[in-house]
């Protein structure tokens, strides 16, 4: 490592708010940080949640990064800001974009701005349910199963199934769409002024987990298999690419443009991108027997496994896996829960109808938004001090689809044992422990595929905010849980990657031995408690399979035995 100050800066693009992050790569200290809110995202502007559709603007993510860039950097010494090195980005995903010939999103393009399919479709949009189920049919039965390194079943959350939709809905779009570009991809080729969609270095860690490419394929998807599902999919991927990239590897040097706006020195590198929870990932550490969950509005479990084993062995029901989409010269796999978070901020929702609807106007805005954010600390509080007993209510975790078992968006949440005498702190453990138990399937899922997990790290906002979510998945998992000492280890991660890109280190394992987030909360589990959700977890995999009676998904024939098989085999029977 060189014996000068040597800074790099992380951006993470979360679902609603982009972060930058500057950090001392020598030391891993933190040097200054800033967070801004998306203003149209914040407004729900081009969503509509009862159609599953969630769309972000372009520029949103332009004009957040740059204050969030601007802010971080004010007040900093001039020597300081000399002696940054490289910046790396993370993104939420799969979030692709339909772009033109330049790269340019369409809807920084005249004609396009106010057009959602022309924006970025964040990754939970779940608009593309039919397209999903037919690239599994056709994969299913063609010479090749592209779905094979998807853990076996493609997602509506991804790449193909999104622009198969909106290319399928909207004419003006599938026209006038060169090329499509996945959220970390777009950012490091604005970042370098790269204009040719086509040449760009692509990430290995979006390409793998969301793109189906493998290099058993030689690639991605023929053309042959992709014109089958619609001849425009068989035209594009001449237009995407072949080769992909760790987030190691350079990108490019950060444009004049930038460099001047932001009043950084010439030189400075820009890593190549990828998904930001990877990138969480070796912010927390991860290493081989180490599950990351990144805890947020959604869960993604993260693992490394050695590449000789697992290139070329697939796992079954996860979220894909990937040579060195999160360390290079190993094997990423990835699951997660589409829901978390979210399943909280539902019963709050529903919990603060009185305030929204019966009060407003009556009490002043400031005092009921208050009380509104006080609703999940008391109940946590209150939960927590409930017993634990066998014949509690029990909810599914699945109220934005299933991702991990065997993803499945059809898929719906249930709540069992309803009595007059059930309140709102026993409807909040309940979902509490849906959550752990949907962990808990994805931690049995991958011990029936032989992979090896020694530790439980949690990172993200929920292990922020509630320590009884984080207690509860401890006692439901029987493992200890230990978390994050950082509070971005998201951009923390996309700074180590910066800082291998731009030379300071060799490799990113090396960066992590100094920049990684330490801990500073261990979890162990309350083994009366453990085993009363043994029991309880049966009841959570029984009302699983019960609700496919009620829900069937709309791909029964490919999926229903599948799925009700993969619960069975949880419960151990």
């Known amino acids: 490592m060189k014996n000068i100050a040597t800074y790099v800066m992380g951006l993470d693009f979360g679902t609603d708010s982009v972060r930058a992050l500057l950090v001392d790569a020598r030391t891993g200290k933190d040097v200054k940080s800033a967070v801004k809110a998306y203003p149209r ?126 290319v399928k809905t909207n004419a003006r779009v599938r026209k006038h769409a060169f090329s499509w570009l996945e959220h970390c991809d777009w950012i490091p080729a604005v970042l370098t002024n790269h204009k040719d969609p086509c040449s760009l270095k692509r990430s290995r860690c979006a390409a793998g987990h969301k793109a189906m490419w493998h290099d058993d394929f030689g690639g991605l998807p023929s053309e ?58 070796i912010g927390a550490g991860i290493g081989q027997g180490s599950m990351v969950k990144v805890m947020g509005t959604s869960t993604c479990d993260m693992l490394v496994v050695p590449m000789e084993k697992y290139s070329r062995q697939a796992v079954k029901g996860i979220c894909g896996q990937a040579d060195g989409s999160i360390l290079p010269g190993m094997t990423g796999l990835e699951a ?110 991958l011990r029936q595929e032989q992979v090896e997990i020694k530790e439980v790290i949690a990172m993200g906002g929920i292990p922020q905010k509630s320590p009884y979510a984080i207690q509860t998945l401890s006692n439901v998992l029987d493992m200890p849980v230990k978390t994050t000492k950082s509070e971005h280890a998201c951009a923390l991660g996309a700074a180590i990657c910066a800082a291998t890109a731009s030379g300071i280190y060799g490799s990113i394992e090396e960066a992590q031995g100094v920049m990684a987030s330490g801990f500073d909360q261990h979890y162990l589990p309350e083994k009366r408690k453990s085993k009363v959700y043994k029991t309880l977890y049966q009841k959570y995999c029984w009302l699983g399979n019960a609700s496919y009676a009620i829900t069937p998904g709309q791909d029964q024939h490919l999926n229903k035995h599948n799925h009700e098989n993969r619960l069975l085999k949880v419960e151990g029977k």
């Open 224 to 281: 042959k298999f992709l014109s089958n599902l619609d001849p425009y999919l068989g035209e594009l991927r001449q237009r995407l690419y072949q080769d992909t990239y760790t987030s190691d590897q350079f990108a490019g040097i950060l444009a004049p443009y930038w460099a001047r706006r932001w009043g950084l020195p010439e030189g400075v590198k820009v890593g190549v991108g990828a998904i930001d929870a990877h990138m969480g990932a």
């Open 336 to 445: 997660g829960q589409s829901a978390f978070g979210d399943l909280y901020a539902w019963l709050r929702d529903i919990l603060a109808f009185p305030l929204e609807e019966l009060l407003a106007g009556m009490l002043p805005a400031e005092v009921l938004s208050n009380a509104a954010a006080q609703i999940l600390p008391a109940l946590a509080d209150k939960a927590a001090s409930l017993t634990v007993n066998e014949n509690d209510v029990i909810a599914l975790d699945w109220i934005n689809g299933r991702r991990t078992p065997d993803a499945d968006f059809s898929r719906t949440a249930a709540l069992a044992g309803l009595r007059l005498g059930t309140d709102a702190p026993q409807l909040f453990k309940a979902m509490v422990e849906a959550t752990a138990f949907g962990s808990k399937a994805i931690v049995e899922c």
């Open 41 to 166: 995202w914040k407004e729900q502007q081009y969503c509509e949640a009862n159609e599953n559709r969630f769309r972000q603007h372009p520029l949103d993510h332009l004009e957040c990064m740059e204050a969030c860039v601007k802010e971080t950097l004010s007040e900093l010494p001039a020597d300081l800001i000399a002696n940054i090195a490289g910046i790396s980005a993370a993104t939420t995903g799969s979030t692709p974009v339909p772009v033109d010939v330049s790269g340019t999103p369409l809807a920084l393009t005249p004609g396009f701005e106010k057009d959602p399919d022309a924006m970025f479709i964040l990754w939970k949009d779940h608009t593309a349910f039919a397209e999903a189920d037919a690239i599994n049919h056709l994969a299913h039965t063609w010479e090749t199963d592209y779905t094979r390194y998807s853990g076996g079943t493609y997602s509506a959350e991804w790449f193909w199934s999104k622009i198969s939709y909106v």
